[in-house]
């Protein structure tokens, strides 16, 4: 081969190996932060008391859309971030707040909404609202959900988007996490969220 393009092909598979600069992928997960979103909504909780995203300042914010009807996809999510929180150390734990927003006001009153989150672990906090604060807070997060008429005691489920979402301590909408995403690497992007400076 020719000296010359072996030193060629040698420095293109130097700058591809590196990725231009060294880095490897930053988060575990799909990074939107170049969306810029920061989310605002006014909803509520059990009690009654209006809440918004602004006074999470200063925490890592996992938000999760579902409904308190949901048979399984909603409580198997809500498992998994309670086992998530239980690990983590305790000075990151203080730090991270699960916010679960139903997407059935029909059904789901705040106190309904509040109470069933707070099986799983009493530090999460459910809210419900008005069905057009609810659809313009999920507009910002691009979920979509929709209501299925189905048989039975139930007459309606709601299908929705299954995926949580990380908020920083800035309050900006940084990353997507899926539906089967292992708790490990959750930790590995909240933990880094909330080293930023």
Known sequence: MNRRIFL?????????????DGEAPRFKHTDVSAGNII??????????????FEEFRGKAVIVYFGYTACPD???????????LVRNLRSKDAERV???FVTV????????RTD??????????LGLSGPA????????QFKVIYSRKEVEGGMDYVMDHSDSAYLIDPKGQLRLVVPANALIEPI????QQLLDEK
């Not at 989310?39 to 918004?52: E, K, S």
């Not at 996809?73 to 086992?83: F, T």
């Not at 930790?187 to 909240?190: A, K, P, T």
């Open 132 to 139: 057009e604060e609810i659809a313009k807070l999920a507009g």
């Open 73 to 83: 996809i909603c409580p198997g999510a809500l498992r998994k971030y309670a086992s």
């Open 104 to 111: 059935d006001p029909e059904r789901d009153t705040p106190e």
């Open 8 to 20: 060629a092909l040698l420095a293109a598979t130097s700058l591809v190996a590196c990725g231009g």
């Open 39 to 52: 989310p605002a909504a006014t909803l509520f909780d059990g009690t009654g008391q209006a809440r918004n």
């Open 187 to 190: 930790v590995s992007d909240l």
């Open 97 to 99: 707040q699960l916010v």
């Open 115 to 124: 109470t069933y989150v707070k099986w799983f672990n009493p530090g999460f």
